[in-house]
T-cell receptor, first 117, second 113 residues
Framework: DTGVSQDPRHKITKRGQNVTFRCDPISEHNRLYWYRQTLGQGPEFLTYFQNEAQLEKSRLLSDRFSAERPKGSFSTLEIQRTEQGDSAMYLC???????????????FGPGTRLTVT | DAKTTQPNSMESNEEEPVHLPCNHSTISGTDYIHWYRQLPSQGPEYVIHGLTSNVNNRMASLAIAEDRKSSTLILHRATLRDAAVYYCILRDGSTDSWGKFQFGAGTQVVVTP
């Protein structure tokens, strides 16, 4: 399978603990996105990378959240001191961009469902 | 950013066409219209996108109103596998098209056998 993969698929943690999620994009894709989705809502944009550079962060991404893409391949999203309000599905997507600005669709992974108790 | 308005839900019988409306009255001339869908327990998947002209692909057709203030996603023959939440999203094509999407709540499509 050459799609976007995310690990773990489910995570249950206690309030105050730190959690880290991993996303492996499609190999040739240079753009990587993180979204958060709560029940009954569409995904909300969190942050975006072009290669290893983090180019935009949403105001939703508080200081407790940090994302990295160290070698321009896989990415990690860490949440420190988790709160119950962090319970959500965390989605990763990747796409290919060219210098001409042509649009290529985003491919989403299956998501990591986080439950904070 | 321009916003979209979609019905909360729609029902269809299997093998019949489904027409999903989307209103985007504040669309700008450089906004592309994208549709994604999300099957249960999966991430969203691309369906179709367009700018001004109607578009067809193997999954669906996109009909764009002449004034571009609305569009309709057409599933020609609904199957049970088409039961999903469908999102209509606008993307500003005037800037670097890095693809930041603002999803709304979408339309839940229910397909009845």
């Amino acid at each position: 399978d050459t799609g976007v993969s995310q690990d773990p698929r489910h995570k249950i943690t206690k309030r105050g603990q730190n959690v880290t999620f991993r996303c492996d994009p499609i190999s040739e894709h240079n753009r990587l996105y993180w979204y958060r989705q709560t029940l009954g809502q569409g995904p909300e944009f969190l942050t975006y990378f072009q290669n290893e550079a983090q180019l935009e962060k949403s105001r939703l991404l508080s200081d407790r959240f940090s994302a990295e893409r160290p070698k321009g391949s896989f990415s990690t999203l860490e949440i420190q001191r988790t709160e119950q309000g962090d319970s959500a599905m965390y989605l990763c997507a990747s796409s290919l961009a060219t210098t001409s600005g042509s649009f290529y669709e985003q491919y989403f992974g299956p998501g990591t469902r986080l439950t904070v108790t | 950013d321009a916003k979209t308005t979609q019905p909360n839900s729609m029902e269809s019988n299997e093998e019949e066409p489904v027409h999903l409306p989307c209103n985007h009255s504040t669309i700008s001339g450089t906004d592309y219209i994208h549709w994604y869908r999300q099957l249960p327990s999966q991430g969203p998947e691309y369906v179709i996108h367009g700018l001004t002209s109607n578009v067809n692909n193997r999954m669906a057709s996109l009909a764009i109103a002449e004034d571009r203030k609305s569009s309709t996603l057409i599933l020609h023959r609904a199957t049970l596998r088409d039961a999903a939440v469908y999102y209509c999203i606008l993307r500003d094509g005037s800037t670097d098209s890095w693809g930041k999407f603002q999803f709304g709540a979408g339309t839940q499509v229910v397909v009845t056998p």
